[in-house]
């Protein structure tokens, strides 16, 4: 996939985005014309592809270097292989793009591709409410699991603060024969699924 981004409307573009998502990180310099190689943390990087402004916080632990820029205005972004390459205005040559190493990359929720009909992104999912058809709480979702064939939702069960023993969470995979409803406006999510499975 190739992509030019399209432009995005803020009144300041460079303002960080009260619904900041964490999409990826900067592997390193690829090339020598200031390109750098990107891990999405998405087996599906569109949101990556389809935003022009990536906002960068340093490495978990590590202090902002003077030569992280706040964001990134991206002027290309294209499939490379196994992963991601990009270019950004202001990132000439390998060593700017080798000064943005490890940072951490976040993009406004609003600018996620909007998601086919029973299609969701991870992030919507984590915090809603999962009820079974008798109307039981099964707990929060906390996180999924990516298994290959489908994810799995990870469940907090009601009494219980994160984080918990992963034998203390109910794992319900996220596929139809047991997803009946996702409410995003209600955050629920309905399941066919006991409280002693």
Do not use: C
């Not at 935003?51 to 990134?72: D, I, Y």
């Not at 990870?154 to 109910?170: A, M, W």
């Amino acid at each position: 996939m190739v992509n030019t981004a399209a432009p995005e409307s803020r009144d300041d573009p460079s303002a960080w985005p009260e619904d900041a998502v964490e999409v990826g990180r900067v592997l390193d310099a690829w090339g020598i014309k200031g390109w750098v190689k990107v891990q999405s943390y998405s087996t599906d990087a569109q949101a990556l592809f389809a935003s022009r402004r990536w906002f960068l916080q340093p490495p978990e632990g590590k202090p902002v270097a003077k030569s992280l820029p706040p964001v990134l205005k991206i002027l290309s972004v294209r499939d490379h292989g196994e992963g991601i390459v990009a270019n950004a205005e202001g990132v000439a040559d390998r060593n700017a793009a080798e000064a943005l190493r490890g940072a951490r990359i976040f993009i406004s929720r609003a600018q996620f591709p909007k998601s086919d009909t029973d299609e969701y992104y991870w992030i919507d999912l984590i915090g809603l409410t999962v009820v079974n058809r008798q109307g039981e709480t099964l707990g929060d979702v906390v996180g999924l699991l990516d298994t290959g064939p489908h994810s799995v939702l990870r469940i907090v069960p009601p009494g219980l603060t994160p984080p918990v023993k992963p034998d203390q969470e109910r794992l319900v995979p996220f596929v139809s024969a047991f997803i009946d409803a996702v409410s995003l406006e209600e955050r629920r999510i309905t399941v066919d699924w006991g409280l002693d499975y």
